[in-house]
């Protein structure tokens, strides 16, 4: 059993940045990969960026390739999502999740989720 608190959400100006953070605790963090996905209003939840249990690989949805990036720390239990260029479409609940393996290459594969943390765009 995993415990994900994400926080770092809010509201920022169109070409802003935000830096989410996901605390983990209850399991061994560094043992698996660990993701953003987000919730838009109205929409289906999709995955956001994936990263490997040690790091090593990346993975990212198309509409966040090059403004995103997905980072770890296996010392503090904390996986970071740097937001950057935001645009409106980005606008929704963020959640953490952890893989159920190690590399992230799956998203159906996640299976533990935080309560996640509202990001809101402005134009």
């Known amino acids: 059993q995993v415990l994900l608190v994400e926080s770092g959400g809010g509201l920022v100006q169109a070409g802003g940045s935000l830096r989410l953070s996901c605390a983990a605790s209850?399991?061994?963090?560094?043992?698996?990969?660990m993701g953003w996905f987000r919730r838009a209003p109205g929409k289906e939840r999709e995955f956001v960026a994936a990263i490997s249990w040690t790091g090593s690989r990346t993975y990212y949805s198309d509409s966040v390739k090059g403004r995103f990036t997905i980072s770890r720390d296996n010392a503090k239990n904390t996986v970071y999502l740097q937001m950057n260029s935001l645009k409106p479409e980005d606008t929704a609940v963020y959640y953490c999740a952890q893989d159920r393996g190690r590399w992230g290459d799956d998203p159906s594969r996640f299976g533990s989720w935080g309560q996640g943390t509202q990001v809101t765009v402005s134009s």
């Open positions: 209850g399991r061994t963090f560094s043992n698996y990969a």
